[in-house]
């Protein structure tokens, strides 16, 4: 029987696909960003493939579990999960490889085997930071694959056609870009609830304003160029200009913004989390949950700083890349 | 000019009645009243209930269309109440908006305009001295500090300062304020610096660019042939052209100040507008959010017609776009 971790299964074996063909054709480029910035696609790889392996799963098949343990014998689990002992948590805090639990000195059931210690529920805290890897990649990943079509399209619309479709693309840009960007997404997602997807739907919508508002430009650019007009003499329907003559020529646009744009989507669900708005198992919210833990006395500490290492090391290995990216493609920075 | 005036004009206020819509569709029509009665009492709430709350936070109306009276319609009394700022109860509490907004503006004020100030200065200076020593050890240090800076989340800077600052070397209280002259300045330092610290990354590699861009000008040019010092260059040349996209991207900001900072004033404790806005997201006060979200709206179209009307005056090729 077919079911829903199967179907997200074959998605991940998809998606994995495509990125190597992807990664095979531009591989060049690939090349070259690895000698200009070793660390931060070393950093980014580790993050793709935690992601990766956190996202395939199948149910039961583990070892050590009791035929008893229901949850464990009928929930899907990634392998991830499946690198750590099956219900590994405790009752409550205890320190990084601690023998005993944090507050009551109470015996652990995994005593020494929490290597970054476990949160308020007992829930191990290293597990729960690979977990987000997936959670962050999911937000990053779905909200881009909402704004890019749709800045493709207002953008390219508006420069290419020009008058209505230029007026109306104008007037949705600048009205949805005088609102506030944090208010506009807080409104959001109070209006279409909480949730992964409607998380990223609002962080879509929130975001391509300003990538539409570039494309626009340079397909007026574009547009007015020989190779355009010849192709427009010889007959060429709009929609093949558009296809083969300009999309082509965006696409270094595109790849910047997706890597910068990544990284500003993640920060943006961190904040979201600390507003009670976020995503269930994100960084963010074991940030937020850290707030409290630092106000005790002797401080937790091990949850916040998982969780902010983790989210600072892909957000500046992504930022890094995009740098870089930019400097390699884009020809308006060559200084 | 005049015409200019005009049709800028005419558009802010296309503008306004396009976000108008847009707050409508997204609180009338993505989240029905029916939604936001059910919130407020409950996923079991009696129907007749739910009726009663709509009656009493004024929702009763048709939401589009109204076969007896065309304008006795939430759409016309949503563009009334906003366009002439009666913005009426909050869904929570019942208190008057208006009200709220009165007592939160001048903490959100006294917060945000240091703020702006001291962070627009230190951007600037260090843009410019980055910019004056172009790769040096020095530019290229402060590059990479950029980008390490913009990296860290806001979160971990407030929590991070917080704890460092208020609680192990205890210079400033943790949160918390107090609106009398002699004692505000203990509880805005830390909120100050910590958003200060938090944009500069940001803020430095946008105008160390548009710096580097100044520098390669003909006028730059000119001005060392006539033998000026480089760092008369930077002040009197530089920096004075550049004066432009700085300005454009300052007066952005300055509607901005006036709806606070959401995320520094809840965590210190400021009572200002951007607590209200959390407030009103944990109460799930609906009405307040949405007069936040067009009051946010309105200051950033004011504040760009304002702007664009500067420039036409100022320059007047700007008139005939």
Redesign the interface.
Known sequence: MIESHHLANAAVAALAALCGVTAWRGRARLAALWTRRPLAMLAVGLYLLVGALDSITWVGGSRGTAPTDLVALQEPRSVIDRLFPPDFRERSYSAPLAAVEFYDGGALRFPGRHLLGTDILGRDVLLQGLKGVRVALLIGGVASLIVIPLALAAGMGAGYFGRRVDDAVF??I???S???T???L???V???GRGTLQVCVALGITSWVGFARIIRGETLKLRELDYVAAARALGASDWRILRRHILPNLTHLVVITFVLLF?RLV?SE??LS????GVDGSW?QM??Q??DE??RDP?IWWT?ATA?AA??GL??AV??IG?ALRDQLDPRTT? | MLAYLLRRLA?GA??VV??LL??FA??FL??TPDDVARKALGEKAMPEAIAQWKTNHGYDKPRLWNAAAPFDTMLAEHLRRMLTFDFGRSDADDTPIVERLREGVWPSLTLTVPLFVLGLVCAVALALLVAYRRDSALDRATQVAC??L???????WI?GG??LLG?MLRWFPISGFDPAPAVVLRFLAMPVLIGVLAHLGQEVRYYRTVF?EERNRDYVRTAYAKGCSPSQVMRRHVLRNALIPILTNVVIEIP?LF?GS??LESFFGIPGLGTM??DA??G?D?AT??V??FL??LL??AG?VATDLAYAAADPRVRLE
């Open positions: 007037f949705l600048s009205t949805l005088s609102i506030p944090l208010l506009l807080i409104a959001l109070m209006v279409l990284s920060l961190s904040i600390w507003l009670g708005l963010g940030i937020d850290a707030r630092l106000a401080i916040l902010a989210l600072f957000i500046l930022n890094l740098d200084r | 558009f296309v503008t396009g976000v847009l707050l997204l609180f993505v989240a980008v390490v913009m990296s860290v989340p806001i979160l971990l929590v917080q704890y609680k580097l901005f709806t959401i995320l806005t959390v997201i944990n799930n609906f959010l949405r936040m979200v946010g709206a950033f179209i760009q």
